[in-house]
C-alpha cells in the first residue's frame, strides 16, 4: 500500500486562533478523505506562551521561539499565520520568500499597505494563499451562497449585515486587540471584516461604495494586562492598576452599495449587550431571501417569494443533510449539530484539496480576495472621518 502524500504544517502564534487551527490539522484527516496528510511539524510562540507545553498539549512534534527560523526550514510546506494582526505581513511574506504557501488568519493584515504588500508579493512568487474566513465553511452558509448563485432570491435589493458581541465590557483590561500597533483596528477588523467577506460570497458581488459610516470607541481607557490570554478571547486575562489608553473602535457602523445595486447596511460592535455572537446576514431578492445567524449556525432561514401567496412564509432548513449540504457527508446524521470548529476542520479540509491541485467544494479566498474586503474597511473608516461618501475603486 503506498504512503499517503503528505503537508509538513507550521504554526505561528499561539492563543485562541492557534487552538483553533491546531485542532483542525489534528482532527481533518480523521473525518475528511484528504488528498494530502497534515503533518503538525511545529508550532511558534514566544517565550512566555511556553510553546513546548502548547505543542504537547496540541499535538506538535516540534516547538519553536524563532518563527523566522521556522518559516525558511526546508522540511516546511505550508506556513499557517496565526499571530496578531500586525504579525501577518511580516510572517507571511517571509514565508513566501521562501518559497512555502500561506494560510493567513482574517483580516488579511493589519493595515492597507501590509495587504497590499502580502498580496503583490504572493502575485510574483506565484505561491498558493489562503485566508481565514472561516464562516464560509458553515454548511449553512454554503448552501445560501448555492441558492443565490443559482438564482432563487432572483436580483437582490437589499443586505443587511451585522456581527454583535458583547465580551469587551469596563472589566476587559488593554489585550493586543485594543492596541491599534498590534490589531489595526478594533471591531470593524475583527468582526465586519468577516461580514464583508461573508455577504460578498453569498451574493458574489462587491461592495462598491460607502455612502455614510460612524465609529466610537465607549471606553477609552483600560487597565493594563499582566499575564497572557488562557484560551479564549479575553478568557484569562489579568489587569494591574495601571491604566492604559485604547486605541481602536469599540463599534463601527456604514451603509453600502454592491456592485448589482443593492443597498447594504452593516455593524459591527464587541458591545451589544446580549449578543454573545450574532454574526449574521439577510438578504432580499425580487424572487425570495435569506437569512442566517451564527448563534443557530446549523440553520438557513429561506422565503421562495415564487411560491403561491397563500403559503408563502419563512423556512427554516436545517443544513444538516448530507449530499445536500455541503460538507455535512464527512460529519454526523441529520440534525445532530456542527459548531464552531467544524468550520476550522472543513477549512483545513479545503485548503489540502487545493495544494493537491483539486478544486474546493466552495471557494476559499486568497490574498487577492481577502485584499477586496480589506479596502471596504479602510474605505468605511475614510467615509467616518471624513463624514462623505467614499468609492470602494478610490482606496488603492
Given at each position: 500500500?503506498?504512503?499517503?502524500?503528505?503537508?509538513?504544517?507550521?504554526?505561528?502564534?499561539?492563543?485562541?486562533?492557534?487552538?483553533?487551527?491546531?485542532?483542525?490539522?489534528?482532527?481533518?484527516?480523521?473525518?475528511?478523505?484528504?488528498?494530502?496528510?497534515?503533518?503538525?511539524?511545529?508550532?511558534?510562540?514566544?517565550?512566555?506562551?511556553?510553546?513546548?507545553?502548547?505543542?504537547?498539549?496540541?499535538?506538535?512534534?516540534?516547538?519553536?521561539?524563532?518563527?523566522?527560523?521556522?518559516?525558511?526550514?526546508?522540511?516546511?510546506?505550508?506556513?499557517?499565520?496565526?499571530?496578531?494582526?500586525?504579525?501577518?505581513?511580516?510572517?507571511?511574506?517571509?514565508?513566501?520568500?521562501?518559497?512555502?504557501?500561506?494560510?493567513?488568519?482574517?483580516?488579511?493584515?493589519?493595515?492597507?499597505?501590509?495587504?497590499?504588500?502580502?498580496?503583490?508579493?504572493?502575485?510574483?512568487?506565484?505561491?498558493?494563499?489562503?485566508?481565514?474566513?472561516?464562516?464560509?465553511?458553515?454548511?449553512?452558509?454554503?448552501?445560501?451562497?448555492?441558492?443565490?448563485?443559482?438564482?432563487?432570491?432572483?436580483?437582490?435589493?437589499?443586505?443587511?449585515?451585522?456581527?454583535?458581541?458583547?465580551?469587551?465590557?469596563?472589566?476587559?483590561?488593554?489585550?493586543?486587540?485594543?492596541?491599534?500597533?498590534?490589531?489595526?483596528?478594533?471591531?470593524?477588523?475583527?468582526?465586519?471584516?468577516?461580514?464583508?467577506?461573508?455577504?460578498?460570497?453569498?451574493?458574489?458581488?462587491?461592495?462598491?461604495?460607502?455612502?455614510?459610516?460612524?465609529?466610537?470607541?465607549?471606553?477609552?481607557?483600560?487597565?493594563?494586562?499582566?499575564?497572557?490570554?488562557?484560551?479564549?478571547?479575553?478568557?484569562?486575562?489579568?489587569?494591574?492598576?495601571?491604566?492604559?489608553?485604547?486605541?481602536?473602535?469599540?463599534?463601527?457602523?456604514?451603509?453600502?452599495?454592491?456592485?448589482?445595486?443593492?443597498?447594504?447596511?452593516?455593524?459591527?460592535?464587541?458591545?451589544?449587550?446580549?449578543?454573545?455572537?450574532?454574526?449574521?446576514?439577510?438578504?432580499?431578492?425580487?424572487?425570495?431571501?435569506?437569512?442566517?445567524?451564527?448563534?443557530?449556525?446549523?440553520?438557513?432561514?429561506?422565503?421562495?417569494a415564487t411560491a403561491d401567496r397563500a403559503v408563502q412564509g419563512w423556512t427554516t432548513i436545517m443544513a444538516t443533510h448530507a449530499g445536500d449540504h455541503p460538507y455535512v457527508d464527512a460529519w454526523w446524521p441529520d440534525a445532530h449539530g456542527l459548531g464552531y470548529e467544524h468550520g476550522f476542520i472543513n477549512q483545513a479540509y479545503v485548503i489540502l484539496r487545493v495544494l493537491a491541485g483539486k478544486k474546493p467544494i466552495v471557494p476559499i479566498p486568497d490574498f487577492a480576495d481577502a485584499?477586496?474586503?480589506?479596502?471596504?474597511?479602510?474605505?468605511?473608516?475614510?467615509?467616518?472621518?471624513?463624514?462623505?461618501?467614499?468609492?470602494?475603486?478610490?482606496?488603492?
Amino acid at each position: 500500500m503506498a504512503r499517503p502524500k503528505t503537508v509538513n504544517v507550521a504554526m505561528i502564534g499561539q492563543g485562541f486562533m492557534g487552538r483553533t487551527h491546531s485542532n483542525a490539522w489534528n482532527q481533518v484527516a480523521k473525518f475528511f478523505d484528504v488528498p494530502l496528510h497534515p503533518v503538525m511539524h511545529t508550532c511558534f510562540g514566544q517565550p512566555g506562551e511556553n510553546p513546548p507545553a502548547f505543542a504537547a498539549n496540541w499535538g506538535w512534534a516540534r516547538a519553536s521561539t524563532n518563527w523566522r527560523k521556522t518559516v525558511k526550514d526546508p522540511a516546511i510546506d505550508l506556513v499557517d499565520v496565526a499571530t496578531p494582526n500586525f504579525m501577518h505581513a511580516p510572517v507571511a511574506k517571509a514565508a513566501i520568500a521562501a518559497g512555502k504557501p500561506v494560510f493567513c488568519e482574517k483580516p488579511i493584515a493589519g493595515t492597507l499597505k501590509d495587504a497590499r504588500e502580502m498580496v503583490a508579493a504572493a502575485k510574483k512568487a506565484k505561491v498558493k494563499t489562503f485566508v481565514g474566513f472561516n464562516y464560509r465553511r458553515c454548511p449553512a452558509v454554503a448552501l445560501a451562497h448555492k441558492l443565490v448563485k443559482a438564482g432563487r432570491i432572483g436580483k437582490i435589493r437589499h443586505v443587511r449585515a451585522l456581527y454583535l458581541q458583547d465580551w469587551a465590557d469596563e472589566s476587559v483590561p488593554l489585550a493586543w486587540r485594543f492596541d491599534k500597533k498590534l490589531a489595526g483596528s478594533g471591531a470593524h477588523g475583527d468582526l465586519n471584516a468577516h461580514i464583508v467577506d461573508m455577504t460578498r460570497f453569498v451574493t458574489g458581488e462587491e461592495v462598491t461604495e460607502i455612502c455614510g459610516a460612524i465609529a466610537e470607541t465607549f471606553i477609552k481607557q483600560r487597565s493594563i494586562m499582566s499575564g497572557t490570554v488562557a484560551g479564549g478571547i479575553a478568557t484569562g486575562l489579568k489587569a494591574s492598576r495601571k491604566k492604559g489608553k485604547v486605541t481602536v473602535d469599540d463599534t463601527v457602523l456604514f451603509l453600502a452599495r454592491f456592485s448589482g445595486g443593492a443597498v447594504a447596511s452593516f455593524e459591527g460592535a464587541r458591545q451589544a449587550t446580549g449578543n454573545q455572537n450574532r454574526n449574521g446576514f439577510e438578504i432580499n431578492g425580487t424572487k425570495g431571501a435569506i437569512k442566517f445567524d451564527f448563534e443557530r449556525m446549523n440553520e438557513l432561514e429561506y422565503y421562495d417569494a415564487t411560491a403561491d401567496r397563500a403559503v408563502q412564509g419563512w423556512t427554516t432548513i436545517m443544513a444538516t443533510h448530507a449530499g445536500d449540504h455541503p460538507y455535512v457527508d464527512a460529519w454526523w446524521p441529520d440534525a445532530h449539530g456542527l459548531g464552531y470548529e467544524h468550520g476550522f476542520i472543513n477549512q483545513a479540509y479545503v485548503i489540502l484539496r487545493v495544494l493537491a491541485g483539486k478544486k474546493p467544494i466552495v471557494p476559499i479566498p486568497d490574498f487577492a480576495d481577502a485584499y477586496m474586503p480589506q479596502r471596504v474597511l479602510e474605505a468605511s473608516l475614510l467615509s467616518a472621518k471624513k463624514k462623505k461618501w467614499i468609492k470602494v475603486a478610490s482606496v488603492k
